[in-house]
């Protein structure tokens, strides 16, 4: 089909074959169709949306233009967890070794950060000597002796959703709701796992700020998922403020380590552990979620998700004293405090905005190739709920300068205070 009448159809909301999808990512891999082309598609999904069927042929596609990973040689069933990006999101450092110490093989693929939400890869590398790039034959044979090994997104995984994701980036394409899934899911498959779960992050951090949206990309991503044979579910989780109290890299290694050894925030560790629970029932491991989170919490209580860890440190060259010893990774040189303008309780917050905060600081980056300061951030005294005296601390600055009056400002626009009480909102918001 010529690629002017491919766009015709979905303008006028016709549905495409999956031959058709294959062709249109196959020759947009390979610049035989033009961005211009391409966006015009775009918007017209943006407008006229995708079928099941489509949304699945697109996402095979997707993982068809480039590499997979062949995780055939690895025993058992490899589940995988992915978020949608949030503020503060540590689960992966508490689920990965908890999975991994029930006898699960966890072989996972992270990325960095993007935007206002941190990265997995950026949080390891805090361990100083921690190392994120593996050869496939090593990672499989890690995850086959230890249970776990976590590398970056190495190779020619998905170029034709590296393509299309900065070609809707530019063309205020980004939301349409069957682009996102595919683009998720065609990674996820790419990486090889057998069963998918999916944290799929609600509120003024997220990509989705409303739950009946949210909703609609979870279950989408569901249905492509199970239409690919990859068992996958969701649980749709608060995103409207940060999760836990560390927002920057070390900072939430060092919280997620707080987890590991039974302490920690409440949010961090529910989260945490619903996950894993749903990890471990995919994987066949218990037969509910009940009964995986019975597991998982025995297996923080004993301390063996917390050696899982420690060794997964050291095995990829990082320095596993610091697990023990947390006081010792690198500290910013100055906290500040940010403090209440007026006295009451805290209405809502904007998690984006502290996830900004802390960019500015140096825990992200504002270009694409800047270094990462690991030992900054914004560490949250005071969440939804709370009630805060005026002058009294909202947040602690981590930083190595105090020219900190952007942050302070960035801060202070993210909370909304009010005289009345304020109820408190459930974490986990939906499960599908
Ligand atoms: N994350 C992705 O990987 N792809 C999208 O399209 C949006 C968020």
């Keep these: 089909m010529r690629m002017v009448d491919f766009i015709a159809q979905k303008r006028d ?84 070794p908890l999975v991994a110490a029930a006898g699960v093989p966890v072989a996972k693929m992270s990325g960095r950060g993007l935007g206002h939400t941190g990265g997995t890869i950026d949080k390891l590398e805090a361990f100083p000597g921690f190392q994120t790039e593996m050869q496939v034959e090593d990672f499989i044979d890690t995850v086959n002796n230890h ?3 976590l590398v970056g997104q ?21 939301n349409a709701m069957p682009l996102i899934a595919s683009s998720v899911m065609s990674k996820k498959i790419a990486a090889g796992a057998d069963g998918i779960v999916l944290d799929v992050k609600v509120g003024s951090g997220a990509f989705m700020s409303d739950i009946e949206a949210a909703r609609e990309l ?42 590991l050894k039974g302490g920690g925030p409440q949010d961090v560790r529910e989260l945490s ?70 006295s009451g309780y805290v209405k809502q917050m904007n998690a984006a905005k502290i996830g900004q905060a802390a960019g500015h600081l140096g825990a992200g980056r504002m270009k694409k190739d800047d270094p990462i300061d690991h030992s900054v951030g914004v560490q949250v005294k005071k969440k939804r709920g709370d009630y805060v005296e005026k002058g009294e601390a909202l947040v602690y600055l981590h930083s190595n300068t105090e020219d900190v009056a952007t942050v302070k400002a960035l801060i202070q626009e993210s909370y909304e205070m009010t005289e009345q009480r304020v109820e408190a909102r459930p974490l986990i918001l939906d499960e599908m």
């Design 13 to 96: 909301g016709g549905a495409h074959t999956d031959e058709e999808i294959k062709q249109f990512i196959r020759e947009y891999t390979t610049d035989i169709i033009p961005d211009y082309q391409a966006s015009a598609w775009a918007m017209s999904v943006y407008f006229q949306g995708m079928t099941k069927s489509e949304s699945a042929a697109l996402t095979m596609a997707m993982a068809d233009s480039g590499d997979k990973l062949d995780l055939s040689n690895i025993e058992g069933k490899k589940v995988d967890k992915h978020s949608t990006g949030g503020v503060g999101d540590k689960t992966t450092f508490i689920l990965s």
């Design 147 to 149: 249970k776990l090994a």
């Design 154 to 174: 190495t190779g020619n995984l998905t170029p034709a959703d590296k393509k299309l994701y900065a070609l809707r980036d530019v063309t205020a394409t980004v």
């Design 218 to 259: 979870a279950s989408t991503m569901v249905d492509i998922g199970n239409e690919l044979g990859r068992e996958t579910v969701a649980v749709l989780s608060d995103m409207d403020q940060p999760l836990g109290e560390m927002v920057g890299n070390s900072l939430e290694v060092k919280e997620a380590i707080d987890v």
């Design 273 to 342: 552990i619903r996950l894993a629970a749903h990890m471990l029932v995919l994987a066949d491991r218990v037969k509910d979620v009940e009964e995986g989170e019975a597991l998982a919490k025995d297996l923080i209580h004993s301390g063996k998700a917390l050696q899982a860890f420690k060794e997964f440190v050291v095995r990829q060259g990082g320095q596993g004293e610091l697990v023990d010893q947390p006081e010792d990774f690198l500290t910013a040189k100055h906290v500040i405090e940010v403090v209440a303008q007026s």
